[in-house]
Structure formats: structure tokens, C-alpha cells
């Protein structure tokens, strides 16, 4: 079943990252104009310019340049149909050991950048219905995770960032969804202790961690056309029960 995002002006945060990677790529195949924030990574952001899309340098971490990427997208669009946060970072230690500054740091990133961004942008969103807004979770705002109070706390904060906001923004026909990407290989996953993978891929039904393409794909049909009466949802890709 072919996806159609023909003539979408979509933006997501942390596009450099490997989900954030095969969802450019995977929306400009499906004929979206697609913007995308990155903070390091200017290889990979430079091979996603090349293809088409356009980058934006911004530190989530810090709320003056959350707020500056108004100016950026104004600068090179007029319109937005679609908006993904998927921006991400984890400094994962027991609270016995975890400082003010790694909670703070995460927390800001995950979660006060989300607030920063949607407030910022959302004038585009009240003039276009159907518009889309999508926040990338994990089960370990569910579930929680040991080492991880602070990924926790803004993860299942987003959750409820969420559901909040599509009650608020609904009258304007403004979706909003959360979605969980799962378990999967990426430059954040890597980071984490060989212990964390293991009991990931141990509490996976099928014994495997989810792939970044195949993640791209639910979320480029999430923003499509095909997705224009469900809000205020939370999806679930992925292979680990809950």
C-alpha cells in the first residue's frame, strides 16, 4: 500500500539520529518537503541536505535556541502540515548517583523542549486542519527503568504532554498522537549498558530489537492522509510486552 505525504511540509526534531535518518528519507520518497533540527552530526545532516531536505543546527537543551527555531523554519517555510519530536537524549545513573545536571539536562531535552517547540510553532497548525503533531515516547515512560528515573519521568511526562494537548487543540482539528518507536538500533541504544540491551531484546516476543526503516514507514502513514480521525492515542510499535 503505497503513502502519499505529496505536497506535506513536515518537521522533526532530531533528524540525524537513526530513526530520525529513515524518516527523512522515507518522507521525501513519499514527495513531503521535509525540515528536520540536528545538534552534532553534521555528516549525516549534510547527506539529508543533499537529498533535499532542510536542516536547522539547534541545542533542545538550551530553551534560547528552542526558541529561535521559529525564526529558522519562518525563514524557509510559510506552512507546516506536520510536526515530530523525536529529539531524544538519556545520562542514565541510579538517583543515588544521577546529579541535578544530568536531571535537568535530560528533562530539558525530552520534555521542556517539546513545550518550547510545539508552543512556538503552533500558529502554522491553527491554519491548516488535519494538521499533525506526533511525540516520540518510550516504554519507559510506562514502565519505567532502572538507572533511568530521569528518561523516565520525561518520557511518561510526554505521555501525558500528549493526550493533554490533543483534548486542548482537537477543536481545531489538530491531531496529536504519541507513538513508541520500541527497542531499536540506534546511536542512543548504543549508549546504553550491554545489561539494558540484553533484557530488551530478552523481554522481546519475537527475541529482536525493532528496525529504524521499518519504524519509518507506521510513522510516514501516521502523518499521511490515511490517519485524519484519531487523537489523543498512544502507538505502539514494537515487540516488547508491555
Do not use: C
Amino acid at each position: 500500500m503505497e503513502v502519499s505525504l505529496t505536497g506535506k511540509h513536515i518537521l522533526i526534531t532530531g533528524g540525524t539520529s537513526a530513526l530520525g535518518r529513515a524518516f527523512v528519507e522515507k518522507a521525501l520518497q513519499a514527495g513531503a518537503h521535509v525540515y528536520f533540527t540536528f545538534y552534532r552530526n553534521q555528516t549525516v545532516a549534510d547527506q539529508l541536505i543533499n537529498r533535499g531536505s532542510v536542516g536547522f543546527q539547534v541545542d533542545l537543551s538550551r530553551t534560547g535556541a528552542v526558541t529561535s527555531l521559529k525564526a529558522m523554519v519562518e525563514s524557509r517555510t510559510k506552512t507546516l502540515d506536520g510536526l515530530i519530536l523525536n529529539a531524544a537524549a538519556v545520562s542514565d545513573h541510579t538517583i543515588q548517583n544521577m546529579t541535578e545536571e544530568e536531571w535537568d539536562y535530560v528533562l530539558n531535552v525530552n520534555l521542556k523542549s517539546v513545550y518550547l517547540t510545539v508552543k512556538s510553532l503552533l500558529r502554522f497548525f491553527l491554519k491548516n486542519e488535519r494538521s499533525k503533531i506526533l511525540t516520540v515516547i518510550s516504554q519507559v515512560g510506562i514502565r519505567g527503568g532502572f538507572g533511568q528515573a530521569n528518561y523516565a519521568a520525561a518520557k511518561g511526562g510526554l505521555i501525558a504532554f500528549t493526550k493533554s494537548i490533543a483534548k486542548e487543540l482537537g477543536k481545531r482539528k489538530i491531531l496529536v498522537n504519541a507513538f513508541n518507536p520500541g527497542f531499536m538500533v540506534s546511536q542512543m541504544t548504543e549508549s546504553l549498558s550491554s545489561d539494558i540491551r540484553k533484557r530488551n531484546e530478552e523481554r522481546s516476543t519475537l527475541g529482536e530489537i525493532s528496525d529504524p526503516h521499518e519504524v519509518a514507514d507506521f510513522m510516514v502513514y501516521l502523518m499521511s492522509e490515511r490517519m485524519n480521525h484519531v487523537s489523543g492515542q498512544v502507538f505502539h510499535f514494537d515487540s516488547r510486552s508491555l
